[in-house]
């Protein structure tokens, strides 16, 4: 009876065994790759300080960044204001609270729906496009001549499009609120003859700057985490095409689950503030 039950756990073992060297093989790599995102992090902060300061650069991928993402940006923000509006007036109209919809909407879509949704929008468009591009550049050797060079392409590529992202998703953020907040006016103004001054009125005697400021300053993290991972991703993205299209994937993939992470954080340090 001992012989069978040890050579069934036997069995079992050798079973299970290559399903458990996978999975610490995945965890090893994913940890490896969380210290060297953390060095690359590092690295910025110390390259941010140097000099020369490639102000022009900066400007450049500052209008290339807002000017290419505004477009999207509206729509998914203006879509957002209509589908919110229709989908809670009719819950609103059984309780008799339709007076409230602006209150809750603009509440909603500025704490938490503009910037998250923004964020994920920018993570893909912006994201995916400089992972692309610097991979791009390491597969043509183009950043190991700027080394040979002496040009400094951390400086010139990695911190000009971080500090970009950094400051451009604010600013895309408010644009996308600002119209999803009229998308949500016109459904009131068609559904219920809402005037233009009454309705953001509402909004803003609803809005508070504890739901503002917080807002405003995860999106600076937000921006922070498209630009870091998305050139992190491409500058050490392998040989190859194929190579391209994993890191601008997984630059994507990557960066929405950070996003929600810091989005997390960011409520949850929000809320003890609230208490206290």
């Not at 043509?140 to 400094?152: C, K, Y």
């Not at 990557?254 to 949850?268: G, K």
């Amino acid at each position: 009876m001992r012989h069978s039950i040890l050579v069934h756990l036997k069995v079992v073992l050798q079973i299970d065994m290559p399903k458990f060297s996978n999975i610490l093989t995945q965890l090893k790599s994913f940890l490896i790759e969380i210290g060297e995102l953390s060095y690359f992090t590092i690295r910025f902060f110390k390259e941010i300080l140097k000099r020369p300061f490639e102000l022009k650069e900066l400007l450049r991928q500052c209008y290339n960044m807002g000017n290419r993402s505004l477009l999207l940006v509206s729509i998914t923000g203006f879509i957002i204001g209509l589908v919110l509006t229709l989908q809670t007036r009719p819950t609103l109209m059984e309780f008799g609270a339709v007076s409230w919809m602006p209150s809750m909407v603009g509440i909603s879509i500025v704490r938490e729906i503009g910037p998250i949704i923004t964020a994920l929008v920018c993570a893909g468009r912006i994201g995916s496009g400089i992972g692309a591009e610097l991979g791009s550049m390491r597969v043509t050797e183009q950043i190991d001549a700027m080394e040979v060079s002496g040009t400094n392409p951390f400086k010139y590529l990695v911190v000009t499009r971080v500090l970009a992202t950094t400051l451009m998703l604010p600013l895309l953020v408010i644009v996308g609120d600002a119209i999803a907040l009229y998308g949500s006016f016109l459904v009131e103004n068609i559904k219920g003859n809402v005037s233009f001054m009454l309705y953001f009125n509402q909004v803003f005697n609803a809005l508070e700057f504890g739901d503002i400021i917080p807002a405003t300053i995860k999106t600076f993290f937000f921006g922070f985490a498209i630009g870091i991972v998305g050139c992190f991703k491409g500058y050490y993205c392998d040989k190859g095409t194929e190579g391209v299209g994993k890191a601008a994937n997984s630059a994507v993939v990557f960066t929405s689950l950070l996003l929600f992470i810091i989005d997390f954080i960011a409520v949850f340090i929000t809320d003890i503030f609230y208490k206290i």
